[in-house]
């Protein structure tokens, strides 16, 4: 159904910044909410953070603090803009689209990211 296909990953340095685009194959489509998560090697997928159409808000996972923002075009093309990266920060990032709701369900291929000390 709906593709989501990410952009924006690399090889940066402590510090640097990254900006990750996310945008949907087919549109317009509905939608509830869009994300993004994350995971490590040897780890689960975490939440990073996600835009609510119903609230029209953002919200973020702790670990963020200030350092990451979210945005969203009219297009639903969702942007994680990503500053004071930390070498913890290396995993591979996934885009993720909620159309009712219920939950994430639609994921892209992800992109990844690394950061070296």
């Known amino acids: 159904q709906v593709q989501l296909v990410e952009s924006g990953g690399g090889l940066v340095r402590a510090g640097d910044s990254l900006r990750l685009s996310c945008a949907a194959s087919r549109r317009p489509f509905s939608t509830y909410a869009m994300g993004w998560y994350r995971q490590a090697p040897g780890k689960e997928r975490e939440f990073v953070g996600a835009?609510?159409?119903?609230?029209?808000?953002t919200y973020y996972a702790d670990f963020v603090k200030g350092r990451f923002t979210i945005s969203i075009d009219n297009a639903k093309t969702i942007y994680l803009q990503m500053n004071s990266l930390k070498p913890e920060d290396t995993a591979v990032y996934y885009c993720?689209?909620?159309?009712?709701?219920?939950?994430?369900?639609?994921w892209g291929q992800g992109t990844q990211v690394t950061v070296s000390s």
């Open positions: 993720a689209a909620d159309p009712s709701g219920t939950g994430f369900e639609y």
């Open positions: 835009f609510n159409w119903s609230y029209g808000n």
